[in-house]
């Protein structure tokens, strides 16, 4: 069996910060890009150039994309041949506080969520998975709270059509309007159950963005931006980058639909170890 | 472009309509959540505030930690929504204007006009861009909320968009 040694996951973590907090993922900034050079509404084009010039601002000075570095989310996934020296879960907390704490990022957690009190850097969420080989693999999505709270959780009768899934998440989408930082990527959960459908909308915003995409995720995409919400909602034709759906069979009494939204500075890295 | 200077006059304020652009020089206070939450428990219990509401700006936002050599971090508006339940009683008490993003409630919008105030919005999730516009930056209160502290900022050509103005006209329609 292949070992690791704990401190090594830590230096992992804090790298993953550094490049998450500091360089916007390169899907995401050839999507902006790309809303850029087709947006027509004259306010919206000069926001989205904003937006990227904040990018390449950001990774130049070594400055966080976003003041809000995001509740920091991690996906593990752990060959079933490999075994860990040292506690896992203590060293991925500490690369994502001395990451934090190292690269000046925001100390955002409150570790009493009803008595607050002063916000530390830590603890992240680890989302575990066993698969097979001997390596691990560890994403960092950085989750602002903006966006975070803009997530909708709908448990739908098992009789339910597409078309009413539909509508609830481009309700999703009018809901959070201006206020999360459009043009938008939008995670979606079918099936599973609350918490799991939950998980996935939030793993549906790593997928690359691409082309590459169903009937149902281009479909919504194009009604999303026919909105007109638009960049910071003053108007425009790009509200959404992309819409992501991940799936998962579920049971015959229920279809949970989750609806996770990311604003534009959809950061996350990963790591093969 | 149109610059305005704090303290913002009454002039200045009325002449502003929801849509225009603008560059702001001066100063402003950042309080977000838990700030809104202190000055109005010290409103409503006939404390003192640690800032000068009369004539204020205030910036909804809470930076990253300063880099070093850096005035500031990455400062971008948080959603200013939240914010809504506290506004009209600052706005009563003499705060002129709030920098933000996003929506704000019918609530709010009445307060800005009855008290002849106004709410702009600044580029959302471009705060290493905004952190260019910060020249000076310092605690001036609840050090203990971390990166919602008040701090005092001085700013020079920071962009906004006039999102309601003191007629109630807003760009959110």
Known sequence: MRKIEAAKITKAVMELVRKASFFLRSDVLSALRKSYMIEKNKRAKKILKAVLDNAAYAAKQKLAICQDTGLPIVFLEVGQDVAVHGDLKAAINKGIKEGYKKYYLRNSIISDPLHRGKPEFSPCIIHADIIKGNKIKLTLLPKGFGCENKSQLKMFKPTAGIEEIREFIIKTVKDAGPDACPPYVIGVGIGGTADYSGTMSKKALLRKISPKNSKLEKDLLKQINKTGIGPMGLGGINTALAVHIQAHPTHIAGLPVSVNISCHALRSASVTL | ?173
Do not use: W
């Not at chain 2, 706005?91 to 609530?107: D, P, T």
């Not at chain 2, 203990?144 to 109630?168: M, Q, R, S, T, W």
């Open chain 2, 1 to 173: 472009m149109k610059k305005i200077i704090t303290p913002l006059d009454l002039d200045t304020i009325k002449s502003l309509k929801a849509g225009q652009e603008l560059l702001l020089n001066g100063t402003i206070y950042t309080a977000r959540d838990q700030a809104h939450k202190r000055l109005v428990e010290a409103i409503k219990a006939g404390k003192s505030l640690p800032i000068e509401l009369k004539n204020a700006v205030i910036y909804y936002c809470g930076p990253t930690q300063t880099p070093k050599n850096k005035v500031i971090g990455a400062c971008g508006p948080t959603t200013s929504s939240r914010m809504d339940d506290f506004t009209p009683l600052l706005l009563s008490k003499g705060l002129k204007a709030m920098i933000g993003k996003g929506a704000r409630s019918i609530e709010v919008r009445v307060a800005i006009k009855k008290h002849k105030g106004a709410y702009f919005v600044t580029y959302a999730g471009c705060g290493a861009l905004l952190a260019k516009c910060v020249k000076k930056s310092k605690v001036v209160a609840y050090n203990d909320l971390g990166p919602e502290a008040i701090l005092k900022l001085e700013v020079k050509d920071f962009p906004l968009i006039v999102a309601i103005d003191a007629n109630g006209g807003s760009i959110y329609g």
